[in-house]
């Protein structure tokens, strides 16, 4: 599984590129600190699967998720957020994300859900 990262958290772009990048079973193709450069860069390789932040820098992740389904309807997008409000995941999920995942989830629960 090829999957693409949007965080614009360095320390936390890292680690989950650490965690999610495994011989076999999956790669990390992209890791993006905002909105605008993955909308930019994945339309090169498209990933099966990008993992987002809603709080990023300019366009939030429930915009570059609407753009990104736009772009490529088979994408699946899901959201990796420490906002637990309803009106924030269900604007995730109406945007296009097919799951939410709080960043307080273990690697191993991330992991399973994609």
Do not use: N
């Given at each position: 599984?090829?999957?693409?990262?949007?965080?614009?958290?360095?320390?936390?772009?890292?680690?989950?590129?650490?965690?999610l990048d495994l011989p076999g079973r999956?790669?990390?193709?992209?890791?993006?600190?905002?909105?605008?450069?993955?909308?930019?860069?994945?339309?090169?390789?498209?990933?099966?699967?990008?993992?987002?932040?809603?709080?990023?820098?300019?366009?939030?992740?429930?915009?570059?998720?609407?753009?990104?389904?736009?772009?490529?309807?088979?994408?699946?997008?899901?959201?990796?957020?420490?906002?637990?409000?309803?009106?924030?995941?269900?604007?995730?999920?109406?945007?296009?994300?097919?799951?939410?995942?709080?960043?307080?989830?273990?690697?191993?629960?991330?992991?399973?859900?994609?």
């Amino acid at each position: 599984m090829k999957i693409a990262l949007v965080e614009d958290d360095p320390a936390q772009r890292t680690a989950l590129a650490l965690e999610l990048d495994l011989p076999g079973r999956s790669v990390v193709t992209g890791a993006y600190a905002d909105a605008e450069s993955a909308l930019r860069e994945l339309p090169r390789a498209w990933p099966d699967v990008v993992l987002v932040d809603l709080s990023l820098p300019g366009l939030d992740g429930a915009t570059l998720i609407a753009r990104l389904r736009a772009l490529a309807p088979q994408l699946v997008c899901v959201v990796h957020s420490s906002h637990e409000e309803p009106a924030r995941i269900f604007g995730a999920l109406k945007a296009g994300a097919v799951g939410y995942l709080l960043k307080d989830s273990s690697a191993t629960d991330l992991l399973l859900a994609l």
